[in-house]
């Protein structure tokens, strides 16, 4: 078997681990040392290079985002910001047909813009929301839909831990993929209102009615979000402005929101604690899974496998849009088995030199930019795409009484804006370049 061979065969060696349930951190790392054993011929420059590997990995400064970012969503969520964001968009959204669901996304939007997790976007909004929705009479699947999509925006919304761990991977700069995923996680909000409204519509009993809130109930409910606003200009503007590195701007932020819990007394000795210890699991969770992924991209390295498959795919003459399209359908198709971290991690040392070796009209750099905002969109696509959508299970498990059929069915609409959505900013590169070229 040739060394293009034994890279090809790779993946499927471990989708077949993942499915045997072992943690696919542990199955890129186990293949990505065997396979480079069976290049070398010998086991002992394989474990010199994980020696250097591990080092590189776990000292990386770039990488010291992840846990503070993940930590200021875990203050954030202490500190009230969740409830206070949907109390603000409650008040001026609520009175509205759907307008309950559509304030739990608005606040999901905001809620995302100081977090960083999809995960933890759904989990934190989850409680603060699904009781209420349940309160003013929602079915099941809309509010579980809901809260499954709108915990999305933690993602498309900057700053995000995936687009992180993308600019990391391809060697672009962190805070121009903030600034070009700015406008398509507004555009979802928005599409996801959307759904909700024509959703209601079409089926009028699967929500109820809230009173109006008057309008000076409004402003002190709207007065009450300061703390995100300070913190989201804080971090993003001086990211955009070039005030702080994306790192500085994570620490300022973990900071800050860690200052506004303790001062609005729901920071204790107790949940200080149990925050850290969160972050911690959740940072050792995904530096597995990058280390997996190092070793993994060493092997596929030594097997020439991507240069074969950009040189392949050059040679074909094949339309660059319709390999873009394949590929952004392919990760569709991976979102239905895999969680959003694996894909990137899995995917991007393959595909990534490939597409860019075609001609899409645009400069390199402005490619991996909108490259990147298209593949962080697909991936969120596969959060809640069953059967393997981790926000449906996270916010399935949150709302007793409502079977996982309907959360797959209330989700529904939300993934079909998802796909309208893919597809306009697929055609116009525009839409997520323009803020780049702009403060660039």
């Not at 309907?406 to 804006?417: H, I, M, N, R």
């Amino acid at each position: 078997m040739t060394n293009i061979e034994l890279g090809f065969w790779s993946f499927p060696v471990i989708l077949a681990l993942i499915f045997l349930r072992i943690p696919i951190g542990v199955a890129m790392l186990a293949v990505g040392i065997g396979g480079s054993w069976l290049v070398t011929g010998s086991l002992n420059p394989v474990m010199a290079q994980f020696k250097n590997l591990t080092h590189g990995t776990f000292s990386s400064y770039s990488l010291s985002v992840v846990p503070l970012f993940l930590l200021m969503g875990q203050f954030a969520s202490l500190g009230g910001m969740s409830a206070a964001l949907f109390k603000a968009a409650a008040t001026w959204l609520g009175h509205r047909k759907g307008g309950v669901a559509m304030a739990a996304v608005g606040a999901c939007a905001g809620f995302g813009a100081i977090c960083g997790s999809s995960l933890a976007t759904a989990a934190t909004m989850g409680q603060v929301t699904l009781p209420e929705l349940r309160k003013y009479g929602y079915s099941g699947a809309l509010a579980t839909g809901t809260l499954a999509a709108g915990g999305t925006l933690g993602i498309l919304i900057p700053p995000s831990v995936i687009l992180v761990i993308y600019a990391i991977l391809t060697e672009q700069n962190i805070a121009k993929l903030f600034v070009a995923a700015f406008v398509p996680g507004i555009l979802a909000a928005i599409g996801y209102m959307i759904a909700i409204a024509i959703y209601v519509r079409v089926n009028p009993g699967s929500a109820g009615h809230r009173e109006r809130t008057p309008y000076r109930e409004r402003f002190e409910a709207l007065a009450g979000v300061w703390p995100v606003m300070i913190v989201f200009i804080a971090v993003i503007g001086g990211i955009y402005t070039g005030v702080f590195t994306p790192t500085e701007a994570a620490a300022i932020g973990a900071a800050g929101t860690g200052i506004i819990s303790l001062l609005n007394r729901g920071l204790t000795r107790e949940n200080f604690i149990e925050a850290i210890l969160s972050t911690a699991s959740s940072t050792a969770m995904i530096f597995l899974i990058v280390l997996g992924a190092g070793a993994l991209n060493g092997f596929l390295a030594m097997s020439q496998l991507p240069q074969f498959a950009a040189d392949f795919v050059t040679a074909q003459g094949y339309n660059p849009w319709i390999v873009l399209v394949a590929i952004l359908i392919l990760y569709l198709i991976l979102g239905c088995v895999m969680d959003s971290l694996s894909m990137i991690l899995l995917t991007v040392p393959i595909i990534f030199p490939m597409v860019t070796a075609l001609d899409f009209g645009l400069p390199p750099e402005e490619f991996a930019i909108w490259f990147g905002i298209l593949i962080l969109i697909v991936v969120e696509v596969g959060l809640i795409t069953p059967p393997v959508g981790m926000n449906l299970f996270v916010i399935n498990s949150m709302a007793k009484g409502i079977s996982l059929g309907q959360t797959y069915k209330g989700v529904l609409p939300f993934v079909a804006t998802d796909l309208v959505r893919t597809a306009i900013l697929t055609a116009f590169p525009i839409i997520s370049l323009f803020l780049v070229r702009l403060l660039y």
